[in-house]
């Protein structure tokens, strides 16, 4: 591996200015700095766990050479995750003259605001998309706008101010459209291929060059606290206080965002987001589509990356279940050596994961279900969108001709101590013709697969009877009963 430069400080525009700081702790986020530092306060903390969205700002990086804007949640990133990106705050909206910009002028006409709190968030999400999309559908609204919570407006002002933003303006006329060309210049200038170090001794942030420099520094340092998107670590810190330092910060890494396909099986580079993800997956895999669409809140899937969910281990995690179920393998590097691994034995017990010292997850590698397979995934939580996951089952059938199962894989996340297929349940019915008989009398071995824990999210009982159910919905749904995709509490118990 070849030595690259490195210097002492993170380098970013901020609105329209150039910034560069020296003197950044590891665990800095962007709102505090926002607001204390910079006395920018219309990025507002709610809830400080990228849950209510009144800290959304947009962030702009360059993306296969592209300058790609992104809702962001400011209470969660890091100030060390914005080397060479664009930061855009609610204060750097402007309309012609003295005017308001389109979507505030949009939000008071419309009354799209009461105590004003959540307002600028609402704002920034709306801004991003109108941005891409200046006549978007009711669907798309509401996506935009999961990720932003308003408790006194009522969320049919602020649908109407949305659908009427382009009535008041041009998104192709507006300052970031006409600034894109020099701000991406501007950003690419900024990335210059240097491996960032601020502080010494264990206080340190490290931004490496690229995956090679990552490897090379872990090998020294495998103790380092790894940040992807931060939507797991950002909490580490605002919730728990918890110190990171050293914190390596990994998010759009060169070596790491590329996703591609090849002989039906779609690579995934440990540093594409959910976001960058979707398009190609729920074209691939359209079972994923909904799945992802309810990971957190837009902001939460702009910053969130698959490799740090599947790295993070978490027994509630959304994406390793149907990944196993698919049969994904996934790769580890450390140094210069790479091995792949599948998916499903990455995860050994609660908290532990097949990672020797030093090792990173580099890819993760998902085969695409051939046309005569039966693929879904159904998520169950306490409210439809922007939650945690209580039970979550994931199916991957392949029928004989004659109607006998030929193979079949069925994973669970918030059943055991980790994501974990259902081998015992697997086994009843392999073989045996795929008939509601046949699945009740396999719904007697979860007890063998699993001994769910009683929380917050659901009861041990609850879980019990939600997964057994899950394996009849499947079912009832390859036998060409389409059912919903969301679940209530109630219809899965």
């Known amino acids: 591996m070849a030595k690259v430069k490195t210097r002492n400080e993170i380098r970013f525009i901020l609105?329209?200015?150039?910034?560069?700081?020296?003197?950044?702790?590891?665990?800095?986020?962007?709102?505090?700095?926002?607001?204390?530092?910079?006395?920018l306060r219309g990025t507002k903390e709610g809830c400080a766990e990228g849950d209510c969205g009144a800290c959304t700002v947009l962030v702009g990086r360059l993306s296969a050479g592209r300058l790609v804007y992104e809702s962001v949640n400011a209470c969660i990133r890091f100030l060390g995750s914005l080397d060479a990106t664009h930061v855009v705050t609610v204060e750097h909206l402007r309309g012609t003259g003295e005017t308001l910009h389109p979507v505030q002028q949009a939000m008071v006409d419309f009354h799209g605001s009461q105590c004003g709190f959540c307002t600028p968030?609402?704002?920034?999400?709306?801004?991003?998309?109108?941005?891409?999309?200046?006549?978007?559908?009711?669907?798309?609204?509401?996506?935009?706008?999961?990720?932003?919570?308003?408790?006194?407006?009522?969320?049919?002002?602020?649908?109407?101010?949305?659908?009427?933003?382009?009535?008041?303006?041009?998104?192709?006329?507006?300052?970031?459209?006409?600034?894109?060309?020099?701000?991406?210049?501007?950003?690419?200038?900024?990335?210059?291929?240097?491996?960032?170090?601020?502080?010494?001794?264990?206080?340190r942030l490290i931004v490496p060059a690229d995956a090679d420099d990552l490897a090379k520094l872990l090998d020294k340092e495998p103790g380092a606290t790894l940040v992807a998107g931060s939507t797991d670590v950002g909490l580490w810190v605002t919730k728990h206080m918890r110190d990171i330092a050293p914190a390596v910060f990994i998010g759009n890494l060169d070596g790491l965002c590329t996703i591609s396909e090849g002989k039906g099986v779609i690579s995934i580079g440990a540093g594409v987001t959910y976001s960058e993800a979707f398009a190609t997956l729920s074209k691939r895999i359209p079972a994923l589509g909904p799945l992802f669409d309810r990971i957190g809140g837009e902001q939460v899937r702009n910053m969130g990356t698959i490799g740090g969910n599947i790295a993070n281990g978490s027994p509630i995690g959304d994406t390793p279940p149907p990944l196993i179920a698919l049969g994904a393998r996934l790769t580890l590097r450390r140094g210069g050596k790479r091995r792949t691994i599948p998916l499903e034995d990455f995860f050994v017990a609660y908290g532990k994961q097949d990672r020797r010292p030093g090792e990173f997850v580099e890819a993760v590698h998902v085969p695409v279900p051939a046309k005569a397979t039966k693929f879904a995934v159904y998520k169950i939580t306490k409210r439809r969108d922007e939650d945690i996951t209580a039970a979550l089952g994931a199916f991957h059938l392949t029928l004989a001709r004659n109607g006998t199962v030929a193979d079949i894989r069925i994973a669970y996340g918030g059943m055991a101590a980790t994501p974990k297929r259902a081998f015992a349940v697997e086994k009843a019915l392999l073989g045996k013709r795929w008939t509601e008989e046949t699945v009740e009398a396999a719904m007697a071995e979860y007890a063998s697969d699993f001994t769910p824990l009683t929380d917050m999210r659901a009861s041990a009982e609850y879980r019990a009877l939600a997964a057994k159910n899950l394996l009849l919905r499947f079912f009832v749904e390859t036998m060409g009963t389409k059912a919903p995709f969301q679940v209530s509490r109630d219809e899965a118990a």
Do not use: H
């Open 15 to 39: 609105n329209g200015e150039d910034i560069a700081l020296a003197d950044v702790a590891p665990d800095a986020t962007l709102l505090d700095w926002l607001r204390l530092d910079r006395t």
């Open 121 to 203: 968030g609402f704002v920034m999400s709306l801004y991003a998309l109108w941005m891409r999309s200046p006549e978007p559908s009711d669907a798309a609204i509401e996506k935009a706008l999961q990720g932003n919570l308003c408790r006194c407006t009522g969320y049919e002002a602020i649908m109407r101010a949305a659908r009427a933003i382009s009535s008041y303006g041009k998104a192709a006329k507006d300052p970031l459209a006409a600034e894109r060309k020099s701000i991406t210049a501007r950003l690419a200038a900024l990335k210059d291929g240097a491996r960032v170090e601020i502080g010494a001794g264990k206080a």
